[in-house]
């Protein structure tokens, strides 16, 4: 019997194993262009400080940007006056860095290895799929929701609403977005 469990096994040259801990995470992080100089509008939904909490979701750090009011009208995002707060946060199961307006603390784990829609609320940008960035400012790539982008069937099927799956082809590339790390923090 030891034979034939032994067959069922075979060296993967492409996989590898490791235990990975970060000493330290950025404590603030936000979106802009190539450098921090280059700062989102104040009007996209993604602008503004994301903080990093004290809890972690699973091993990696876990950031909240504040709820904001704004008069003028958001170019990119979420519809006219106001955004809930955010949290960004890499979701272990799909390999995703998510930006989304439930907490991954609130929510929990997805119960089951493929995508559960509002899970964690609505989804507002992505980047991955890689487990090689331990924190966000390291993840490449990233998809938003841009009210721009959508077709007249997709805005009306969602209201204007960014989709509450983080799967979801409504999220559209933005490979001029960076993330940038502002000071660190021990972990």
Same mark, same amino acid.
């Given at each position: 019997k030891a034979a034939a469990a032994a067959a069922h096994f075979r060296d993967w040259t492409d996989l590898s194993v490791s235990t990975g801990f970060q000493e330290s995470a950025p404590r603030t992080l936000n979106f802009g262009g190539e450098s921090v100089a280059k700062g989102l509008d104040t009007g996209h939904t993604l602008a503004g400080d994301f903080g990093l909490l004290r809890e972690r979701y699973g091993r990696r750090p876990v950031y909240r940007r504040a709820p904001r009011t704004c008069g003028a009208a958001w170019k990119?995002? /979420?519809? #006219?006056?106001? +955004? %809930?707060? $955010?949290?960004?946060?890499?979701?272990?199961?799909?390999?995703?860095? /998510?930006? #989304?307006?439930? +907490? %991954?603390? $609130?929510?929990?784990?997805?119960?089951?290895a493929e995508d559960v829609p509002d899970h964690f609320g609505e989804v507002v940008a992505r980047s991955g799929p890689s487990w090689e960035p331990f924190t966000p400012d390291e993840a490449k790539a990233w998809e938003v929701f841009d009210l721009r982008e959508l077709k007249s069937k997709d805005l009306v099927e969602r209201g204007g609403q960014p989709p509450d799956s983080y799967l979801s082809s409504l999220l559209a590339p933005a490979p001029w977005m960076r993330l940038h790390a502002l000071g660190f923090e021990d972990l």
């Open positions: 990119v995002g /979420l519809g #006219t006056g106001s +955004s %809930p707060a $955010l949290y960004l946060f890499f979701e272990p199961r799909s390999g995703l860095w /998510l930006v #989304t307006t439930t +907490s %991954p603390l $609130l929510a929990g784990l997805v119960p089951a």
